[in-house]
Each structure stands twice: as C-alpha cells, then as structure tokens.
C-alpha cells in the first residue's frame, strides 16, 4: 500500500500527516500498524505522530493522532499547529479560525500567519483541588517539599495532567537528576510533568521541563509555566517563552480563563510511504 503524507515539525516535534481520502479502502484496521513502521526512525520516516486528517465539516476539521507504539494518545499542541497549518494551507480549513475536531474534544484554532498558528489550551485548575484558578492577591499557590534534606518550593498547576513548576534562578544544573529526585516524593502522582523556570523580564521567561518516560509536551508545561509566574507575580499575563525546541508565545486571558499558545509550525518534506500489509493468516 503506497501512502503519499508530508512531514511537519513544531518547536522540534515532528509529525506525520496524512489524509484519510489518500489511504485505501480497508485501510482503517491497519492504522495502528502503519503507525508503528511509518513513525519508526530507523526503519521507517521517523516521527512522534501520525496525524490522520479526515472529512471536514463546515467549520471543523476531523483529526486521529496515533504515536509510535500504535495507540491513540491525547494530542499534543505541537501536533495540533502543524495539522491546523495544512488544514488551513490545503483548503481543508475554509476559515483562518476553525474548530479541531478530536478524540478528546473540540479545540480551537487560528491561523496567524503564513507560518503562526494559535491554539486554545483550555483552562489553568488547582492539581490540588481540581477547581478553575484565576489569579487572585487573596490566594496562595506555593507549595514546598523536602528533597536530600533541602526545601524546594513549587507551584501546582493542572492542564492535560498535573505540573509543578519550580522557579530557580539558573538553569545550569543537572535537571534530570534534580527531576528525577523531586518526582519520587509522594506528593505527586505517577506522571506529573516537572517544569524549570527562569525569569528574566514580566514578558519573558525560559523553560526546561523534565518528562520522566511520560510523553512529554513541552506546550503544556509552558502554559502551566506561565500561569505560575502570573500568580507568583513575576510575569505579565502574556510571556514569550524559551523552550528547548524554539520559542512560543503564550497569553492567559482575563475574559474566559482560557490560555493560548502562538508559534510556527514548519514543513519538513512531503514522500510516499511503501506499507507492507502483514500476510493473512
């Protein structure tokens, strides 16, 4: 089965895109399969995604994501610009600000530019408390644990799965290791995504975040980032960030409670992808 898909990349994340109608007939049951090999860097393109790009409605464009093990995880923001940039580059987007269509809900989108997408992130909550968080001179977020006997304070923020963000005043340490400590503590439950911040102005700030063999997307941490330096006070409420993979911009707004995340998202190269079909039994 010959698939013909194009390669894009979004603050270093690289995706696979393909179109439904460009698959053939059958071809559903396989998905998993294909997703393995096509995404596979050694044998295979090499990717962190499969983007599958179905029938369009309107003002929604449909999207299945699988990664390299076959499955169908959450999608990551990373992915969701580079698949909001084709659906709006091939027509397949009719508007510059359309609804994403996704296993786990609608998503909002807008085409910036030629190259700048943003995306609705959703609403900042309490780890804690499960509850929205707004920012309030009334409420406390910090947090403190004890790791090899030195006190650590953090801040708590839940997007897609909870965040401590923890502000230090360099970034040259070794953060895997330092990570890696901090999330044996009991305080957080098995996945939560590990974030270092560096301040250096109200509207910019730098990142290292820690995935600990969880799927890692660096867009999350940086939302949860900025809502922790907006109710800290060290930042404003829109922050340029550095991420290891390029910068972002991102905004929390006042009206909704809802954060945006602005940046480019890049084609690689299109080809065509020879699928051996496993032989039936």
Sequence with gaps: MEIEFLKMQASGDDSILVRTTHLAPGAEPLLPAIAQRILDRSFGVGGN??????????????????????????????????IARYASDSGAAHRADFVMRTAEGPIRVQIIDSSNVRVDMGMP??????????????????????VDGRSLSYTPISLDRPYAIFFVPDLAFPINRTARKIAEQ???????????????????????TWDGGYEKDECACAAAALVASVVQGFTDREVFIHLKGGDV?????????????????????????????????
């Design 49 to 82: 995604a499969l983007l599958l790009l179905g029938p369009t409605e309107q003002d929604e464009v449909v999207v299945r994501s699988f990664d390299p093990q076959g499955g169908e995880p959450a999608l990551s923001f990373h992915a969701i610009r580079c």
């Design 125 to 146: 909550m309490s780890s804690e408390m499960r509850t929205e968080i707004r920012e309030s001179p009334n409420d406390s977020y910090t947090r403190s644990l004890l």
């Design 186 to 208: 009991p305080e957080f439950p098995a996945g939560t995504g590990i974030g270092f911040v560096k301040v250096y102005s109200t509207d910019e700030i730098r990142l290292r």
């Design 249 to 281: 911009f991102l905004q929390w707004e006042e009206t909704d409670n809802h954060l945006w995340l602005t940046g480019p998202a890049v084609y690689v190269f299109t080809g065509t992808y020879d699928f051996e079909e496993p032989e039936k039994e």
